[in-house]
């Protein structure tokens, strides 16, 4: 960017954002939008990806003046971005239901195959990739907000506690509770859902006899 040396620490840049120099901010946004459009697109629909990311970085500039060139602007920009998505899906959730009947027949099929084993493993060799993706998004769906953006950063990107709990602004003890709940609830989602469709599967062999 013009006038922006790229070795200038993001530090200098903020300074000089808050002291009135506001285009100075783009220079962060080029530096750090793979970051934020990344946690994004990890995180919320791709539709709205853009929509989340942009809305971060204007939460960012908007409490700059927070940030007064302490600690790393990544980390203090990536908190922002988790939160960004954490209320994409408090707004989100509880307005929209996707009921079992809406499963593809793909997904449908794929939790038939697992009603018979339902280990990790068996999720890994009975359905494809994409099968598996869209059928945890589906479950994941079925979550609060809270439980959703704790479950996906501890058990699914595997982050430390700690740095789960910074990043939602939370306790340890907080995102450890939760952390626990937010798994078992999942996997009694996926397991009714299995039994569903094992239920499903036994009354079609019986019409068919």
């Not at 009135?20 to 793979?34: A, K, P, S």
């Not at 359905?127 to 959703?148: C, G, I, Q, T």
């Not at 009694?188 to 039994?195: F, R, W």
Request: hydrophobic share 40%.
């Amino acid at each position: 960017m013009r006038g922006y040396d790229s070795n200038l620490g993001d530090a200098e840049i903020v300074e000089r954002v808050l002291q009135g120099d506001v285009d100075g901010f783009e220079c962060l946004v080029e530096r750090y939008q793979t970051r934020v459009f990344g946690i994004a697109a990890r995180r919320v629909p791709r539709r709205d990806v853009e929509e989340v990311a942009h809305e971060a970085f204007i939460r960012a500039y908007t409490s700059l003046a927070r940030f007064e060139g302490r600690g790393d602007f990544g980390a203090w920009l990536s908190k922002i971005a988790v939160r960004a998505c954490h209320d994409y899906w408090r707004e989100v959730y509880g307005r929209r239901e996707q009921p079992m009947s809406d499963l593809s027949e793909a997904q449908l099929t794929a939790m038939a195959r697992l009603a018979s084993d339902r280990s990790s493993r068996a999720l890994d060799e009975s359905v494809s990739a994409d099968e598996a993706r869209s059928l945890l998004a589906w479950a994941l769906n079925r979550l609060s907000a809270e439980d959703r953006a704790v479950l996906e950063l501890v058990h699914i990107e595997e982050r430390p506690v700690k740095e789960a709990a910074e990043l939602l602004g939370w306790s340890v003890v907080n995102v450890k509770v939760r952390a626990h709940r937010s798994r078992k609830k999942l996997r009694a989602i996926l397991e009714k859902l299995i039994a569903n469709e094992e239920d499903h599967h036994e009354t079609g062999q019986d019409e068919n006899r």
